[in-house]
């Protein structure tokens, strides 16, 4: 398809891009359509509308906590203003919807959930993550036979699908009690909020919260430092992190593809995707 737009004549790609725009903004009917029942204005409404539709069900597959959150029709509308300011620039769907965290964030009549942008955020983070490239994660024996001085060298290679995220707000706690429909759930507002560890070791995305050293910690390897000076930034960062118990939580969790020893090179390391976070 892309190559025949390409050698389209003008009129022809002027008079799709006119009707493309024109999808998006309700004000507009493209020129030259014709109705043999009803006015062509009508009858683009109908696919209009269809086509929207199908746009917001699409946001709210990918945001189902953000959708409880504010209930259907709060979030069908906010969708609908999303969805005309920003639509589709890909026609796979699967991409579509970043930033509509950064649409709450300005949309006056969220302003109530405060906490509702990084509850998106967190559901975006999933959504790339369950789309991420696949990688066998290894267990913490790959570090057993190291010594102390090997493992503090050595950098941790992360999983491709690794996301990581933090909030002033309980952010996995919320979005935990929506997905999962827990009714009557109190939900402890903590001083610090809480951070994300977002992977996808096998089939199903794992959201785990992590301690905020755990979080330094993490984002440290992934943008490429040793054990050593990863954990060392961590606990300047904070007092209550324990690297042994983080080790096993990231290996346990599927976060860890391959310990990369000093002075080794690894072929992947400049293309994980671990280093996304926020």
Known sequence: MPALLETAPAALKAMQADFASALFDRRRVPEGLGARHGTPSRRFDVYRNNVVAGLIGCLGSTYPAVRRLVGDDFFNAMARLFIEGQPPASPVLLEYGAGLDAFIQSFEPAAGVPYLADVARLEWHVARACHAEDAEPIDGNAVADMTADEVARARLLLHPSLRLMRSPYPVVSIWRANVRNERGVRIAASPNG????????????????????????????????????????????????????????????????????FGQPHPLLQTSKGSSHA
């Open 194 to 261: 809480e951070a994300a560890m977002i992977v996808r070791p096998h089939f199903a995305v794992e959201v785990e919260q992590v301690e905020r050293g755990a979080f330094e910690f993490l984002a440290a390897l992934a943008a490429g430092y040793s054990l050593g000076q990863a954990s060392a930034f961590a606990a300047q960062c904070s007092a209550n992190f324990d690297l042994a118990t983080t080790l096993v939580q990231i290996f346990s969790a599927g976060a860890v593809v391959d310990v990369v020893p």
